[in-house]
Protein backbone atom coordinates (compact mmCIF):
# COMPACT_ATOMS: atom_id res chain seq x y z
CA UNK A 1 0.00 0.00 0.00
CA UNK A 2 1.09 3.74 -1.01
CA UNK A 3 1.63 6.35 1.87
CA UNK A 4 -1.37 8.32 0.84
CA UNK A 5 -4.38 5.38 0.34
CA UNK A 6 -6.89 5.61 -1.75
CA UNK A 7 -10.50 4.37 -0.86
CA UNK A 8 -13.61 4.08 -2.77
CA UNK A 9 -16.82 4.21 -1.05
CA UNK A 10 -19.65 2.49 -2.34
CA UNK A 11 -23.02 4.30 -1.02
CA UNK A 12 -26.51 4.86 -2.85
CA UNK A 13 -27.54 7.19 0.37
CA UNK A 14 -25.81 10.89 -0.54
CA UNK A 15 -26.28 11.99 3.17
CA UNK A 16 -24.44 8.58 4.38
CA UNK A 17 -21.66 8.70 2.12
CA UNK A 18 -20.61 12.13 2.77
CA UNK A 19 -20.51 11.06 6.08
CA UNK A 20 -18.42 8.12 5.63
CA UNK A 21 -16.18 10.46 2.92
CA UNK A 22 -15.57 12.64 5.56
CA UNK A 23 -14.57 10.60 8.55
CA UNK A 24 -12.21 8.62 6.16
CA UNK A 25 -10.87 11.71 5.16
CA UNK A 26 -10.42 13.02 8.82
CA UNK A 27 -9.29 9.70 10.30
CA UNK A 28 -5.85 9.84 7.97
CA UNK A 29 -6.52 12.14 4.86
CA UNK A 30 -7.51 8.82 3.15
CA UNK A 31 -7.94 10.03 -1.01
CA UNK A 32 -11.42 8.76 -1.00
CA UNK A 33 -13.56 8.80 -4.31
CA UNK A 34 -17.67 7.82 -4.08
CA UNK A 35 -19.69 5.83 -6.29
CA UNK A 36 -23.04 6.44 -5.38
CA UNK A 37 -24.67 4.91 -8.93
CA UNK A 38 -23.79 0.71 -8.93
CA UNK A 39 -24.69 0.56 -12.76
CA UNK A 40 -20.96 -0.10 -14.18
CA UNK A 41 -19.42 -0.54 -10.75
CA UNK A 42 -16.68 -2.51 -11.95
CA UNK A 43 -15.36 0.19 -14.28
CA UNK A 44 -16.27 2.74 -12.24
CA UNK A 45 -13.72 1.25 -9.57
CA UNK A 46 -11.11 0.47 -12.17
CA UNK A 47 -11.28 4.33 -13.34
CA UNK A 48 -9.66 4.98 -9.69
CA UNK A 49 -7.34 2.24 -9.02
CA UNK A 50 -8.27 2.18 -5.24
CA UNK A 51 -6.02 0.67 -2.37
CA UNK A 52 -9.08 -0.84 -0.70
CA UNK A 53 -12.91 -0.38 -1.62
CA UNK A 54 -15.67 -0.09 0.95
CA UNK A 55 -19.28 -1.19 0.33
CA UNK A 56 -22.08 0.00 2.69
CA UNK A 57 -25.39 -1.43 2.00
CA UNK A 58 -28.35 -2.22 3.74
CA UNK A 59 -29.76 -5.76 2.98
CA UNK A 60 -27.86 -7.32 0.29
CA UNK A 61 -29.33 -10.20 -1.57
CA UNK A 62 -27.07 -13.56 -3.18
CA UNK A 63 -27.15 -11.73 -6.33
CA UNK A 64 -26.26 -7.92 -5.39
CA UNK A 65 -23.29 -9.85 -3.13
CA UNK A 66 -21.91 -12.05 -6.01
CA UNK A 67 -22.15 -8.73 -8.16
CA UNK A 68 -20.89 -6.30 -6.19
CA UNK A 69 -17.94 -8.33 -5.55
CA UNK A 70 -16.93 -9.39 -8.32
CA UNK A 71 -17.00 -5.88 -9.72
CA UNK A 72 -15.31 -4.35 -6.42
CA UNK A 73 -12.29 -6.98 -7.61
CA UNK A 74 -11.37 -8.51 -3.87
CA UNK A 75 -8.51 -10.64 -4.95
CA UNK A 76 -6.54 -7.23 -6.50
CA UNK A 77 -7.48 -4.73 -3.18
CA UNK A 78 -8.86 -5.45 -0.09
CA UNK A 79 -13.07 -5.25 0.06
CA UNK A 80 -14.92 -4.66 3.05
CA UNK A 81 -18.92 -4.63 3.17
CA UNK A 82 -20.78 -3.27 5.54
CA UNK A 83 -24.86 -4.60 5.63
CA UNK A 84 -27.02 -3.71 8.47
CA UNK A 85 -28.72 -7.38 8.88
CA UNK A 86 -27.30 -10.81 8.86
CA UNK A 87 -28.70 -12.65 5.71
CA UNK A 88 -28.96 -16.52 5.36
CA UNK A 89 -25.47 -17.45 4.97
CA UNK A 90 -24.65 -14.40 3.35
CA UNK A 91 -21.06 -14.02 5.66
CA UNK A 92 -20.22 -17.37 4.39
CA UNK A 93 -20.16 -16.56 0.67
CA UNK A 94 -19.20 -13.00 0.97
CA UNK A 95 -15.71 -14.78 2.99
CA UNK A 96 -15.78 -17.13 0.19
CA UNK A 97 -15.96 -14.98 -2.86
CA UNK A 98 -12.87 -12.97 -1.07
CA UNK A 99 -14.24 -10.14 0.76
CA UNK A 100 -11.31 -8.75 3.31
CA UNK A 101 -14.23 -7.95 5.90
CA UNK A 102 -17.93 -8.36 6.33
CA UNK A 103 -19.38 -6.56 9.29
CA UNK A 104 -23.03 -7.10 9.87
CA UNK A 105 -25.09 -4.16 11.88
CA UNK A 106 -23.94 -1.26 9.16
CA UNK A 107 -21.06 0.96 8.94
CA UNK A 108 -20.41 3.22 12.36
CA UNK A 109 -17.86 5.51 12.01
CA UNK A 110 -16.01 4.61 15.03
CA UNK A 111 -16.09 1.17 13.57
CA UNK A 112 -14.09 2.51 10.24
CA UNK A 113 -10.72 2.47 11.15
CA UNK A 114 -10.63 -0.46 12.64
CA UNK A 115 -12.64 -2.45 10.22
CA UNK A 116 -10.30 -0.72 7.64
CA UNK A 117 -7.17 -1.74 9.16
CA UNK A 118 -8.68 -5.46 9.76
CA UNK A 119 -9.64 -5.73 6.26
CA UNK A 120 -6.25 -4.94 4.75
CA UNK A 121 -4.28 -6.98 7.42
CA UNK A 122 -6.27 -9.77 6.28
CA UNK A 123 -5.99 -8.93 2.40
CA UNK A 124 -2.36 -9.19 2.66
CA UNK A 125 -2.40 -12.48 5.11
CA UNK A 126 -4.26 -13.87 2.67
CA UNK A 127 -2.34 -12.84 -0.42
CA UNK A 128 1.02 -13.93 0.53
CA UNK A 129 -0.82 -17.33 1.69
CA UNK A 130 -2.05 -17.60 -2.31
CA UNK A 131 1.52 -16.65 -3.41
CA UNK A 132 3.00 -19.31 -1.39
CA UNK A 133 0.36 -21.80 -2.41
CA UNK A 134 0.88 -20.61 -5.89
CA UNK A 135 5.49 -21.07 -5.33
CA UNK A 136 4.29 -24.55 -3.58
CA UNK A 137 2.37 -25.91 -7.19
CA UNK A 138 5.28 -24.40 -9.14
CA UNK A 139 7.75 -26.41 -7.24
CA UNK A 140 5.51 -29.50 -7.08
CA UNK A 141 5.03 -29.60 -10.83
CA UNK A 142 8.94 -28.56 -11.33
CA UNK A 143 9.87 -31.70 -9.10
CA UNK A 144 7.13 -33.96 -11.23
CA UNK A 145 9.14 -33.03 -14.46
CA UNK A 146 12.42 -33.43 -13.23
CA UNK A 147 11.44 -36.95 -12.06
CA UNK A 148 10.07 -37.94 -15.65
CA UNK A 149 13.35 -36.44 -16.97
CA UNK A 150 15.74 -38.46 -14.66
CA UNK A 151 12.99 -41.49 -15.72
CA UNK A 152 14.27 -40.88 -19.03
CA UNK A 153 17.68 -40.48 -18.84
CA UNK A 154 17.76 -43.59 -16.52
CA UNK A 155 15.83 -45.31 -19.11
CA UNK A 156 18.11 -44.10 -22.16
CA UNK A 157 21.69 -44.05 -20.37
CA UNK A 158 21.32 -47.00 -18.24
CA UNK A 159 22.14 -45.02 -15.00
CA UNK A 160 21.15 -44.65 -11.28
CA UNK A 161 19.04 -41.68 -9.93
CA UNK A 162 21.12 -39.81 -8.60
CA UNK A 163 23.72 -39.86 -12.01
CA UNK A 164 20.34 -39.05 -13.66
CA UNK A 165 20.05 -35.82 -11.66
CA UNK A 166 23.65 -34.93 -11.97
CA UNK A 167 23.54 -34.96 -15.61
CA UNK A 168 20.50 -32.34 -15.42
CA UNK A 169 22.15 -30.09 -13.04
CA UNK A 170 25.39 -30.41 -15.13
CA UNK A 171 23.24 -29.50 -18.88
CA UNK A 172 21.32 -26.86 -16.81
CA UNK A 173 24.99 -25.10 -15.69
CA UNK A 174 26.09 -25.92 -19.05
CA UNK A 175 23.21 -23.87 -21.02
CA UNK A 176 22.39 -21.03 -18.28
CA UNK A 177 18.94 -22.16 -17.07
CA UNK A 178 17.25 -24.02 -14.46
CA UNK A 179 16.92 -27.50 -13.82
CA UNK A 180 13.06 -27.68 -14.38
CA UNK A 181 13.34 -25.84 -18.03
CA UNK A 182 16.10 -28.44 -19.02
CA UNK A 183 13.94 -31.24 -17.57
CA UNK A 184 10.60 -30.18 -19.04
CA UNK A 185 13.08 -30.01 -22.82
CA UNK A 186 14.14 -33.38 -22.05
CA UNK A 187 10.88 -34.50 -21.49
CA UNK A 188 9.03 -32.88 -24.39
CA UNK A 189 11.59 -33.79 -27.01
CA UNK A 190 11.18 -37.53 -25.31
CA UNK A 191 7.80 -37.35 -26.02
CA UNK A 192 8.43 -36.53 -29.34
CA UNK A 193 10.54 -39.38 -30.46
CA UNK A 194 8.31 -42.24 -28.57
Given at each position: ???????????????????????????????????????????????HAPDVVLIDIAN????????????????????????????????????????????????????????????????????????????????????????????????????????????????????????AEVAEALVTASG???
Amino acid sequence: MSDRMTIVVVEQDRERADAIVDALRAVDGYDVHLISNVTGLARKIATHAPDVVLIDIANPTRDMLEELTLASGPLERPVAMFVSGAGKDLAREAIEAGLSAYVVDGLQMERLKPVLDAAIARFQMISQMRLELAETRRALEERKVIDRAKGVLMKARGVEEEEAYALLRKAAMDQGRRVAEVAEALVTASGLLS
